[in-house]
């Protein structure tokens, strides 16, 4: 859990797959998360395979 606090907090400062993404606004406002971010927190890279949001992948990245 520390680690992905500690990943979370570095995308908020360091280039993140939320830069420049359509649904940005979407995902803060809705408490939204896609696959390519979970990666993200996971392992700190970046790739753009699926930006497509949704609920529950909120949940199974922030553990709600």
């Known amino acids: 859990m520390a680690t992905q606090n500690a ?4 995308a ?6 939320c830069d420049g993404c ?3 606004f979407k995902c803060a406002e809705q408490k939204l998360a896609c696959s ?5 927190v996971r ?3 970046i790739i753009e395979q699926d930006r ?3 609920e529950k992948r909120f949940r ?3 553990h709600k």
């Open 52 to 54: 497509i949001p949704s």
């Open 43 to 45: 392992t700190g890279r």
């Open 60 to 62: 199974l990245v922030f």
């Open 7 to 10: 990943a979370l907090a570095e």
């Open 12 to 17: 908020l400062v360091i280039k993140s797959p």
């Open 36 to 40: 390519d971010f979970g990666f993200f």
């Open 22 to 24: 359509a649904h940005y």
